[in-house]
Nanobody, 119 residues
Framework: QVQLVESGGGLVQAGGSLRLSCAAS????????MGWFRQAPGKEREIVGA????????YLVDSVRGRFQISRDPRKNTIYLQMNSLKPEDTAVYYC????????????WGQGTQVTVSS
């Protein structure tokens, strides 16, 4: 079982920045992909981006590309979501998720962290 622990959410004004972290508890993850999702009130959960712990370029959805960055530290089994130029519409609960690289779905989820962007 893999446990994912997020940190770094909070309240920020529009145009500000926040950095989220997600650490996976298990040492031997092998080929593991970690992603960020978010769910705003009254909306469905959507993917923000993803990155493989062992290599490769990150993926970001169009709505955040150019403002958000995903990075990794494989020594710590940790990924980061750097969020810049935040907008009120970025307000959501952000979840970290993980899956084996050959799995079709994300099987492991963090508890979520609230990000609130005030106008």
């Amino acid at each position: 079982q893999v446990q994912l622990v997020e940190s770094g959410g909070g309240l920020v004004q529009a145009g500000g920045s926040l950095r989220l972290s997600c650490a996976a508890s298990t040492r031997s993850l092998g080929r593991f992909v970690m992603g960020w999702f978010r769910q705003a009130p009254g909306k469905e959960r959507e993917i923000v981006g993803a990155i493989a712990l062992t290599g490769g370029s990150p993926y970001l959805v169009d709505s955040v590309r150019g403002r958000f960055q995903i990075s990794r530290d494989p020594r710590k089994n940790t990924i980061y979501l750097q969020m810049n130029s935040l907008k009120p519409e970025d307000t959501a609960v952000y979840y970290c998720a993980g899956r084996r690289s050959d799995a079709g779905t994300y099987d492991f989820w963090g508890q979520g962290t609230q990000v609130t962007v005030s106008s």
